[in-house]
């Protein structure tokens, strides 16, 4: 009923800067939250951001580094990296929690990952 795209991992410089973008469609009402979250080798998924209508929250590891932002006419996300480190690298997921069309419920999804990858 709804999917999530994700677009713009890839392999970056320790240092650089990478956007991610997660575009939602479907039978979508509206989207409440949305968020980002990576996965590395070896290791859990963990958040990394999330945004509703009126606040953002960060992981500590990457505050003052990553902004998370949102076009609501799009239902878009989207994730600016900044300064980015080796521990960086993951799998990088989208998740939106989403009111649908019918029935009016509530439900979230996620995306199907994109790479990034850091060198040092």
């Known amino acids: 009923q709804v999917q999530l795209v994700e677009s713009g991992g890839g392999l970056v410089q320790a240092g650089g800067s990478l956007r991610l973008s997660c575009a939602a469609s479907g039978s979508i009402f509206s989207i409440n939250d949305m968020g980002w979250y990576r996965q590395a080798p070896g290791k859990q998924r963990e958040l990394v951001a999330t945004?509703?209508?009126?606040?953002?929250n960060y992981a500590e590891s990457v505050k003052g580094r990553f902004t998370i932002s949102r076009d609501n006419a799009k239902n878009t996300v989207f994730l600016q990296m900044n300064s980015l480190k080796p521990e960086d690298t993951a799998v990088y997921y989208c998740?939106?929690?989403?009111?649908?069309?019918?029935?009016?419920?509530?439900?979230?999804?996620w995306g199907q990952g994109t790479q990034v990858t850091v060198s040092s």
């Open positions: 998740e939106a929690v989403v009111l649908l069309q019918f029935p009016r419920i509530l439900r979230n999804y």
């Open positions: 945004i509703t209508s009126g606040s953002t």
